[in-house]
């Protein structure tokens, strides 16, 4: 099972608003990534997690917050966000980080549209 | 550095003919290599990668790629290809202990029937 859920597949929110991403998987992967892809471009990094430990935040802005509980699930915190972050949010794991043959593939959910009014 | 580029936005082919989708790659050391496709409003499928060993990899869908070192390419073929495949289809390049996948811009690759 290379499975990666994602929910809610959609959400619209105000810009006062708070909202949260999850992205769960169960196929004991380590490490957990998010991406963020607007369209008609290619996703692009913005936090990675190992062994449920901020690995890789490529200068994300505060609004954005991850976070995650335990080694299956990853949370993606929204607050005060602005139309130009409105995009597809995808979620995806691997076994581990940089390493062996058998580690380096990342698995993928179908994404959360997110709308920014 | 890392990075790679998908020369091509748009291929169109004709159902029952061979597919390509061209990728270059620049990485210091040894590539890891990979192919993903979107289909619309979808989150990327992995079809193949290339990690060492020979330099053909065949992948999922009858999908494979062939490793090019002195050409830094990987192109993604297919010998036949389907109405099905039409999609968006990334080339995607990690470096040697590198934690980061690096994405081409994408290329949409329409089948007409």
Redesign the interface.
């Known amino acids: 099972d290379t499975e990666v859920t994602q929910t809610p597949k959609h959400l619209v929110m105000g810009m006062t608003n708070k909202k949260s991403l999850k992205c769960e998987q169960h196929m004991g992967h380590r490490a957990m990534y998010w991406y963020k892809q607007k369209a008609k471009k290619p996703p692009e990094l913005m936090f990675v997690y190992s062994y449920e430990k901020l690995s890789i935040n490529e200068s994300v802005p505060s609004r954005f917050s991850p976070e995650c509980p335990n080694s299956s699930l990853l949370n993606l915190h929204l607050h005060a966000l602005q139309p130009e972050d409105s995009a597809l949010y995808l979620c995806a794991s691997s076994w581990g980080l940089a390493g062996g043959p058998g580690t380096d593939t990342q698995y993928f959910g179908p994404g959360t549209r997110l709308t920014v009014l | 550095a890392q990075s790679v580029a998908q020369p091509e936005d748009q291929v169109n082919v004709a159902e029952g003919n061979p597919l390509t989708v061209k990728c270059t790659y620049s990485v210091s050391g040894n590539p890891?290599l990979?192919w993903?496709v979107q289909y619309p409003?979808?989150?990327?499928?992995?079809l193949l990668?290339y990690?060492?060993g020979d330099n053909l990899v065949k992948g999922s869908y009858g999908f494979e790629a062939e490793f090019n070192k002195s050409q830094t390419s990987f192109h993604l073929k297919k010998p036949s290809a389907l109405v099905s495949d039409s999609a968006l289809y990334?080339c995607a390049v990690?470096g040697?202990?590198?934690?980061?996948?690096f994405?081409?811009?994408?290329t949409r690759l329409t089948v007409i029937p």
């Open positions: 890891y990979f993903y409003n979808r989150g990327l499928q992995f990668k990690i060492t990334f990690r040697p202990g590198a934690n980061n996948l994405f081409g811009t994408g």
